[in-house]
């Protein structure tokens, strides 16, 4: 059965208020879809029982629940090779020259998801700088959902997942295999600290930053949330940082104090 008309517009108000993601009407037999194994996990007889159960009794863990599961988090290892080509051969390289006399270097995953993002920096330093284990060295992840940190947290992926992107090599050496699944090894999961934050809302737990990755998140919120999100971001930039966003994201249509810098053939930004 889909959804009324007002059950969806319940949803996007919903989701606006939380995220700050705009649901679009094409994404309705998606929203559908997620919300019915919710609904049967959570013992409603249909979606519109479980949305009406969420309405009446605002706010509770079931809701939270709801949004979690309406949130997009599709993510893989090692997503857009020439970025993490960027990262590797000039970013990274850069700025352990400018920052070596202090020895601190922060990197901040701001949409992690279930974790590849931020755990495929790790084993990028781990295999290309090792030095900056000896340094100040963070790397922050953050999301908004609680179960896909969780899941970023365990560290432990799927055949399915570990297929998408990971190469061979670094499979065997920082995976261990537990049944059917992939478990990151310790050292690397100890490499990444992990923090759950709404980035359309103020929050001191936004980290000072030197590398700031923001892929593939703007295209789900309109034009004001996305200029408020950026201004938010660059405030938590170093003077010299970089900020990468999806491939595909442009903010040229933005006024943010952000000058694009081309890497590689991909395209950064850094505070003006």
Known sequence: MSLATQEFEFLRDLVIAGPGIVLEPDRQH?????LAQLALNEGFGSVSQLIEGVRKNPPTQLQRKLLDVITNNETWFFRDTQQFEALKNFVLPEFMAARRSGRKLVIWSAACSTGQEPYSIAMLVREHFPELLSWDFQIIATDYSSRVLQKAQLGKYSRFE?????????????FLRDGLDWQLR?????MIS????????????????????LRNVLIYFDRGTRHELLDRIRFSLVEDALLVLGAAENISDLQIRLKPVQINNTC???PC
């Open 162 to 174: 570990v297929n998408r992107g990971m190469p061979a090599t670094l499979l065997t050496k920082y």
């Open 30 to 34: 998606v929203v559908e879809a997620r």
């Open 186 to 190: 310790p050292e690397i999961r100890a």
């Open 194 to 213: 992990f923090r759950q934050i709404n980035l359309t809302q103020p929050s001191a737990n936004i980290p000072r930053s030197d590398i700031v990755l």
């Open 268 to 270: 950064w930004y850094r």
